[in-house]
């Protein structure tokens, strides 16, 4: 059973920084690309900012020069640094990793997604 746990959320004032974490844990083979996903309510997730085991990053445009995604392999964690906060930055922030795992009945490993349980960002004076 793999699973993420994610950390960090909570409420900041505007201007302000932020840092969440995500950390994998279970049975995994391989940690490949991460991200960062937010929701609003009544709308769809969306992309934040993802980085492959490589270290190559990819972020919207709305938190480009604003947010910074980073991992460190060894510890199978994902980290966003949010810096200049704005209101509209409040959102649940997911958590997702792509990860190869050992088959559960059988030689050989397989691709799954898996998801954080999100962790609430609200900013507000």
């Known amino acids: 059973q793999v699973q993420l746990v994610e950390s960090g959320g909570g409420l900041m004032q505007p201007g302000g920084s932020l840092r969440l974490s995500c950390a994998a844990s279970?049975?995994?083979?391989?940690?490949?690309?991460m991200g960062w996903y937010r929701q609003y309510p009544g709308k769809q997730r969306e992309l934040v900012a993802t980085?492959?085991?490589?270290?190559?990053?990819n972020s919207a445009d709305s938190v480009k020069g604003r947010f910074t995604i980073s991992r460190d392999n060894a510890k199978n964690t994902v980290y966003l640094q949010m810096n200049s906060l704005k209101p509209e930055d409040t959102a649940v922030y997911f958590c997702?990793?792509?990860?190869?795992?050992?088959?559960?009945?059988?030689?050989?490993?397989?691709?799954?997604?898996?998801w954080g349980q999100g962790t609430l960002v609200t900013v507000s004076s």
């Open positions: 997702n990793a792509d990860l190869l795992v050992p088959e559960p009945a059988g030689p050989g490993y397989r691709y799954v997604e898996v």
């Open positions: 980085i492959t085991k490589g270290g190559s990053t």
């Open positions: 279970g049975n995994i083979f391989s940690l490949n690309a």
